[in-house]
């Protein structure tokens, strides 16, 4: 049961690179969710969607971009990273409508360094 | 704009001290507040909290929710090394088309030493 899986674990990119961070889950869970984590700012949504082909932006998202053509797969792009996105970015997801709608599960992370 | 605030921000303690981390909260359609502990890796899912008054308990660990004072606190009891971590809390909305989005709070951060 693999769950939520991020890839890579850790990624070093120059500014101005196109860089993607890849989800995965085995659930078939309606939402996912992008957040980044960075120190005194907790975790911060960056997009959301609510099944495939439905996206919405959250608290920051500029700079990134997101897709979502299948349910089981939601990836980040950073279209042209910048040092301010240096920062440790994690995937979630949750079942969708009902009473466990809330709950998030979350994937490893992604550790980025934009030098 | 939903706001969560954790305090204390960090907190050392030894091991067998009983700690209680607070949360306060300001949402405009309240549905549910949940806890999290983060050790160096993936936030893990404690408690869900939607009604007030009514505690929930996993071993050592207790969480309860104020409705009208908007806040929760978690304790732990007896606290081991491996409680060490962090804590989020984390509210989300039910306005609107939530699609379970959650706002979380900047985290307490447990050390507990031996």
């Known amino acids: 049961d693999a769950g939520i899986t991020q890839s890579p674990r850790y990624k070093i990119t120059e500014t101005g690179r196109q860089v993607t961070l890849m989800c995965h889950q085995t659930?078939?869970?309606?939402?996912m969710f992008w957040y980044r984590q960075d120190l005194g700012h907790g975790l911060r949504l960056i997009y959301y969607?609510?099944?495939?082909?439905?996206?919405d932006k959250g608290e920051v998202p500029d700079g990134y971009v997101v897709s979502r053509s299948k349910t089981e797969n939601f990836p980040l792009t950073l279209e042209s990273a910048t040092r301010s996105q240096t920062s440790v970015y994690f995937c979630?997801?949750?079942?969708?409508?009902?009473?466990?709608?809330?709950?998030?599960?979350f994937g490893a992370g992604t550790r980025l360094s934009v030098l | 704009e939903d706001k969560v605030v954790q305090s204390p921000l960090s907190l050392v303690v030894h091991e067998g001290d009983t700690v209680t981390l607070n949360c306060s909260y300001e949402?405009?359609?309240?549905?549910?507040l949940l806890w999290y502990k983060q050790e160096k890796k993936a936030p893990t899912f404690l408690f869900m909290l939607?009604?007030?008054?009514i505690e929930k308990k996993s071993g050592r660990l207790s969480s309860i929710l104020d409705k009208k004072e908007l806040f929760s606190i978690l304790n732990i009891t007896a606290t081991q090394t491996g409680d060490s971590a962090v804590y989020l809390c984390?509210?989300?909305?039910?306005?609107?088309?939530?699609?379970?989005?959650?706002?979380f709070g900047q985290g307490t951060i447990l050390t507990v030493h031996p």
């Open positions: 949402v405009t359609n309240f549905r549910s």
């Open positions: 984390a509210v989300s909305n039910a306005g609107g088309t939530s699609y379970g989005k959650l706002t």
């Open positions: 659930w078939s869970h309606s939402y």
């Open positions: 969607s609510a099944a495939a082909d439905i996206t």
């Open positions: 979630a997801s949750s079942e969708g409508p009902g009473s466990s709608e809330d709950i998030q599960y």
């Open positions: 939607t009604s007030s008054g």
